[in-house]
């Protein structure tokens, strides 16, 4: 008998690091052959209580040990209240990875700008990480990363690790609003567009932020003269299946699930729900 | 083709049910209250075989409105073992009309193009399908002549077409063939019975009025061309988000995936079950985020999907014109008008278009 491929696999929970009051890192076993590109998703659920997709935040040996994979979960329902609570040792039952295979041979000699708006740096974090992971194969590298405050910048060790790194990864910080005692930059994300100088027609840009960050960003990287080809996006929808049935994560004739969340701004420009 | 038309007298149906429900589940439509329902049939249920339609559509044999993925089970060592459901019987519909032969092969396009796992494309294998020729619209909605459906007769083991007294039987399958010959001694039609079908066949065109003027194969360039149309809204202005058009309508497949557990929170069930575009919070994110947040962006995307999306993915047009969406709308919101309307046609059937489809379609 056939039946739709949703059973999960009991994965243990390696570690467990909050990094604020509500954004939990989590390193967790990977399911069997597990082999993720960058952007894929996979679906984490506990039996009673429901299943929602979630990015990768490092995949299997690279920025995660061999055989593990990096989650950053967001206290924000039901499902994820309990899942932020689970201890080192309990278990994940995960289904994946899903999602495009975007192969990165084409990214090979291009410069790379990363730009992540708040949660948007979870998923990029596997591309940093694939990116310094064969660093000679690129071109220069900024990572541009946005917070609404400093206290919600996430991943700060990874940040000051690879800004301690100089000229392998350009690191730029930004927050909308900051207390006392912030001495970086104040202000949206595109600002810090403004101060890149590079050869844009060999610049390939990866995005990852709140629905509102993608138009400007996309505006001021075009008009910076990068190539519509060159914009790859990655988009959030409530997937419920990953299998390109279920229909929650259709985007105009895409299925997300399949054919994103990582998709090419060439490719989708046209449709009217991408942004 | 017409020694494969068989006789099959009306008092043999029973005999084709007790046929069939050796080893499927046999089910059809039965007059309920004032409404037809797909239900379970045996030998002796009345079969109304001159149904208008249903209000939900086949699919639920194929995609059921509610279906255990699998069941789930705390171990002595506390992680959760999981079970897929048994094998279930598979299922027999007899007296499936033209725009439900449609849909399931809607349904199997759309699966075999999205997905590999064959859990639906699996049941409509094992499954067994009666056509059964309309004579007449099934609803004053209803405009499968127009698109394209009314004269389909596949997917489908066994093909009627009820004349009155007889029913006339086409073998469409070498299963269907052998269904047939042991429900009843096989007699090929007579040729007045065979004349009397072609002629109404051929008369059949006029009892379906032509409501759209431009073939369904264009309905994707016409809607491409009416998407920024205010007509999405005008229309989406009197939508109350229920979905019953997502339930009746027999090509949509969207679901959602939720946990049943039990009280004892130690076994339950991961469940599907139907949802649609039309539903409040469908297209919701995390956080709160909606993508597709107004009724005429949910409406637009609702008939995108029927007349654009579903073609270019799948090759084949997502609406079988069957009606059923119109019909149940409690605020009388009709695809047809709305095909209509973006296909530059007129609401009405005009002599002209009458003739030059009937020209073509005629049998």
Redesign the interface.
């Known amino acids: 008998?056939?039946?739709?491929?949703?059973?999960?696999e009991?994965c243990r929970i390696l570690a467990v690091t909050p990094h604020n009051a509500r954004d939990v890192h989590f390193v967790v076993e990977a399911p069997r052959d597990f082999a993720p590109e960058p952007g894929q998703f996979v679906m984490v659920?506990l039996?009673?209580?429901?299943?929602?997709p979630f990015s990768l935040a490092a995949l299997p040996g690279e920025g995660a040990a061999a055989g593990t994979f990096e989650m950053l979960i967001?206290r924000?329902?039901r499902l994820?209240n309990l899942i932020t609570t689970a201890k080192a040792g309990e278990?994940l039952?995960v289904r994946g990875p899903y999602g495009r295979r975007v192969t990165w041979d084409q990214f090979e000699d291009t410069n790379l700008i990363l730009l992540a708006g708040g949660l948007g740096l979870a998923p990029l974090r596997s591309f940093v990480r694939r990116a310094l992971g064969r660093r000679d194969r690129f071109g220069r590298i900024d990572l541009l990363v946005g917070a609404r405050s400093p206290d919600e910048l996430l991943f700060r060790t990874d940040l000051l690790a690879w800004a301690a790194r100089g000229d392998d990864v350009h690191v730029h910080l930004t927050v909308d609003a900051a207390r006392e005692g912030w001495d970086g930059r104040i202000g949206v994300i595109t600002e810090l567009l403004g101060g890149l100088a590079l050869e844009s027609a060999n610049t390939v840009a990866f995005l990852c932020g709140?629905?509102v960050m993608y138009r400007h960003c996309l505006r001021r990287l075009l008009a910076m003269g990068l190539y519509e080809h060159n914009l790859w996006l990655t988009l959030?929808?409530?997937m419920?299946?990953g299998?390109?049935?279920?229909?929650?994560c259709?985007?105009?004739?895409h299925?997300l699930c399949?054919e994103g969340p990582l998709v090419n701004w060439r490719e989708v420009r046209h449709l009217?729900?991408v942004v | 083709m017409d020694s494969e038309i068989y006789r099959l007298p009306r008092e043999r149906l029973d005999a084709l049910v007790e046929r069939l429900g050796r080893e499927y589940r046999v089910v059809g439509p039965v007059k309920r209250g004032a409404t037809w329902v797909w239900t379970d049939v045996r030998p002796g249920t009345p079969l109304a075989l001159d149904y208008p339609t249903s209000m939900l559509p086949p699919r639920q044999f194929f995609a059921p409105p509610r279906e255990t993925l699998f069941t789930y089970r705390r171990d002595g060592d506390g992680r959760f073992a999981f079970e897929q459901p048994p094998a279930e019987r598979p299922v027999a519909l007899i007296g499936v009309h033209g725009c439900d032969l449609t849909s399931l092969r809607v349904l199997r396009a759309f699966h075999e193009s999205s997905c590999r796992d064959r859990l639906v494309p699996g049941r409509l294998d094992r499954s067994l399908v009666v056509g059964l020729a309309c004579w007449t619209p099934c609803l004053p909605e209803s405009f499968c002549r127009d698109m394209g459906s009314l004269e389909a007769e596949s997917p489908a083991s066994l093909y009627m077409w009820d004349l009155g007294s007889v029913l006339l039987v086409r073998v469409q399958s070498p299963r269907g063939r052998e269904v047939l010959r042991d429900a009843t001694v096989l007699e090929a039609a007579t040729p007045d019975e065979l004349v009397a079908l072609r002629k109404r066949l051929r008369a059949r065109p006029e009892a379906f009025p032509v409501r759209l003027q431009f073939a369904p194969d264009k309905l994707a360039t016409s809607l491409k061309a009416a998407e920024a149309d205010i007509l999405w809204e005008a229309t989406a202005d009197r939508c109350l988000s229920c979905g019953r058009c997502n339930l009746v309508c027999p090509t949509c497949t969207c679901f959602d995936v939720c946990d049943q557990a039990a009280l004892s929170g130690g076994t339950g069930t991961r469940q599907r079950s139907w949802t649609g575009c039309q539903v409040p919070g469908f297209s919701k994110v995390a956080g709160g985020h909606d993508f597709r947040p107004t009724r005429a962006q949910q409406l637009r995307y609702r008939i995108f999907r029927k007349g654009k999306y579903m073609p270019e993915r799948c090759g084949i047009v997502g609406c079988t014109g069957c009606g059923r969406c119109a019909t149940h709308c409690p605020t009388h919101i009709s695809i047809r008008d709305i095909f209509v309307q973006v296909g530059g046609g007129t609401a009405a059937g005009t002599a002209a278009g009458g003739a030059a489809v009937a020209g073509g379609k005629a049998p």
């Open positions: 008998m056939p039946q739709l491929s949703m059973i999960p009991p659920s039996p009673g209580i429901g299943e929602a967001r924000i329902g994820t278990v039952y709140p629905p959030e929808r409530r419920k299946c299998l390109g049935l279920c229909g929650n259709q985007m105009d004739g299925y399949r009217r729900e």
